[in-house]
């Protein structure tokens, strides 16, 4: 079975600060990673996602993503965050069975 | 315009009600979800449809029958409302399956009294 783990509920940071979300998974078979954002009272949108090849993904808004097989992770990561980047922020999993799983959410807080 | 929409956005309703939420997604897609977010954030899926073909039926409660009239339309119906289904419940789209970016609705805010 399939599961993820976002290991922060929260993170407060100061703007312009680098910031790293983290997500582990588990899945006996091969699987498909993205992380969605989720600003307040909107949907969700993608940020970026890994099928195969790279293991560094670059996403929108200045975001990026490694994936590690060995450590079963896909952390998030920002150079330098800005007051706007404050939102929900999901890992999720998808794997060729259609399933799909969700991460908890980690919400992102940037101190002024 | 709007690529993937729900209505209504908010619906008050007490409990035993029947009430139904429609999406519409005007990006062509094969694939469309209903997902339901609790309180905590916690996004859960609920089915999908690819093709009007019923793919992903999770564990829910059968007072929730989704209906796919056509590729473009996904409803979902509740019948017998409780307290614990007041949920925003999101409707997504996606080109394909599982390695596909999904789309998402703005959302429906269900509380139910």
């Known amino acids: 079975a399939q599961s993820v783990t976002q290991l922060d509920s929260q993170v407060p940071v100061f703007e312009e600060a680098p910031v790293e979300l983290r997500c582990n998974y588990s899945?006996?078979?091969?699987?498909?990673l993205f992380w969605y954002v989720q600003y307040p009272n909107q949907g969700l949108q993608l940020l970026l996602k890994?099928?195969?090849?790279?293991?560094l993904v670059k996403g929108i808004n200045g975001f990026e993503a490694e994936f590690n097989k060995s450590q079963t992770s896909f952390h998030l990561r920002k150079p330098s965050v800005h007051i706007s980047d404050t939102a929900e922020y999901f890992c999720a999993v998808s794997s060729e069975d259609d399933k799909i799983i969700f991460g908890k959410g980690t919400r992102l807080h940037i101190l002024p | 315009d709007t690529a993937v929409s729900q209505t209504p956005k908010y619906l008050v309703t007490q409990m035993g009600n029947d009430k139904s939420i429609k999406c519409e997604q005007n990006?062509?897609?094969?694939?469309m979800y209903w997902y339901k977010q609790d309180s905590k954030k916690f996004l859960k899926i609920m089915f999908s449809?690819?093709?009007?073909?019923?793919?992903i039926n999770e564990t829910v409660p059968n007072r929730f029958s989704p209906k796919s009239p056509d590729k473009a339309h996904l409803n979902l119906h509740i019948n017998s409302l409780e307290l614990g289904d007041s949920a925003v419940y999101f409707c997504a789209s996606s080109q394909g399956r599982s390695s596909y970016e999904q789309y998402f609705g703005p959302g429906t805010r269900l509380t139910v009294t």
């Open positions: 449809y690819n093709n009007k073909e019923l793919i």
């Open positions: 990006l062509g897609h094969d694939t």
């Open positions: 899945s006996s078979v091969s699987v498909y």
């Open positions: 890994y099928l195969s090849g790279s293991t």
